[in-house]
C-alpha cells in the first residue's frame, strides 16, 4: 500500500518512501519501453555507426551467455520486488494486519501477476498463450515463498539463496546432456551454433537442458494450437527458482535499507556485495562450472546480474537519497510509482498509439529527417504519450496496486 501524496512537486520526497527504488524502478521500465525506438532498424541502416550498433546491441538480449543493458532489465525488476518487500510489509503491520491477512494479500499479489502476465502474452494472440516464462509470471510464481522469507532472519534469508542457486546448478548437472545425436534443429537450434558448450557447461545449452525438459512435459497440460515443442528464446517456466535468488538478494539489500546503518556506509555494503556477486559469477563462467545466461536464469546469472543490481541501486541511492539530487530523476520516478501502468501500456496500446499518429497525422512528421528515422520518431513521441498518460495519474494519485 503505497502512502498517500502529499506532493506533486517535481523532485520533492514522498512520506514513507525511498525515493531512489522509484527512480532505479523507473530506469530499467523506461529501458523496457524504449525498445519502440528501434535502434536495430537504425545499425541496419547504417551498418558502419558505431554509436546505432552500441545501442543496438544494448537494447537488444544476448544470444545466450553474456549480457547488454537490456538483459538487466528483468533482474533489475525482480531484485527491487525484494528490496521493497520488508517496507510492504512493515507498512501492512503498522496498520495491525496479522500475518495469515499479509499471506493471503501475497498469495492474492501472486495469482495476479501470473494472470496478468498471460494475458499480456496472449495479445493478439487466438487463443489463451499459457506461458510462464515472462518478468510478471516468473515474479508471482516466487512471490509467495520471498514473502515467508521475509518473515525471518538475515542468515535464514542467505541460507536460502545458497540452497536455491546449489540445488539448480545440481538439478541440471544430473539431468543428462545432450550427446552427439541429438537433433538440436527439432528444438530450433543450429547443430553449428557457437553458443554450444562441453563437459559441465553442456547441461546449459539451449533447448536440451533439464528446464527445457520440464516445459515439453507441463505447457502440454495446457490448451495449445500444437503441442509445445520449444521456446525460441530458450526462455523457461522454471527459471521462477533462480529468479527467487534475485529477490532474495533484493531483500537482503532492503534489510540494509531499513537498518539503522549510516548512508555512506550503507552505499559502500552495497558495492562491496555487488563486487563479490559479479566476481562470483565470472569466476563460475570461466572455471567451466556454470555459464552466465539470463535466458535460463542460471545460478551464475543470478550472481552476476544481481552485482550490477546492487552497484545501480548504489547509484542511485547516493545520487537521490544521500546526496538529495532529486529533480533530475522525476520523471523516472513518476514512472517507477506506476511500473505495472507503463508495462501495460507498452503491451497493450503501444500499436494503436502509432496507427492513430499516422492516421491523424500522417507520416511526414515523422519523416523531417528521412525515412531511415522515421519509427525512432514515432517512438519517442509514442513514449511522450505513455509519460503524460503516467504523470496525469501521478497528480491525481492513481495507481495500479497489485
Known sequence: MLPPLSTTQPGAALPGRLMSMDAYRGFVMVLMAAEMLQFDHLHETFPDSAFWAFLAHHQSHVAWAGCSLHDLIQPSFSFLVGVALLFSMASRASQGQSFATQFGYALRRSLILILLGIFLRSTHASQTNFTFEDTLTQIGLGYPFLFLLGKYSARTGWIALGVVLVG????????????????????????????????????????????????????????????FLFNGGGYATLSFIPTLGTMLLGLQAGRWLRSDMDKRALIQRFLLAGG???????????????????????????????????????????????????????????????????YCLVHLIDRFIVTSLHTHLGTGPFLIFGPAYETLLTGLVTLGIFYLILRWMYRRKLFIRI
Request: proline share 7%.
Open 276 to 342: 563479490i556477486c559479479l566476481v562470483a559469477g565470472v569466476l563460475l563462467h570461466v572455471a567451466g562450472i556454470c555459464p552466465i545466461v539470463k535466458r535460463i536464469w542460471t545460478p551464475a546469472w543470478v550472481l552476476f546480474s544481481g552485482g550490477w543490481c546492487f552497484w545501480l541501486l548504489a547509484l542511485f541511492y547516493g545520487i537521490i537519497d544521500v546526496a538529495n539530487r532529486r529533480s533530475w530523476a522525476f520523471p523516472l520516478i513518476v514512472v517507477g510509482m506506476n511500473s505495472i501502468a507503463i
Open 168 to 227: 539448480y546448478w545440481l538439478a541440471f548437472v544430473l539431468y543428462p546432456a545432450s550427446g552427439a545425436g541429438f537433433n538440436y534443429s527439432a528444438v530450433g537450434v543450429p547443430p553449428d551454433w557457437p553458443e554450444h558448450y562441453n563437459s559441465i557447461m553442456a547441461h546449459f545449452n539451449k533447448n536440451s537442458n533439464l528446464a527445457w525438459a520440464f516445459d515439453t512435459w507441463f505447457l502440454n497440460l495446457f490448451p495449445r494450437e500444437k503441442p
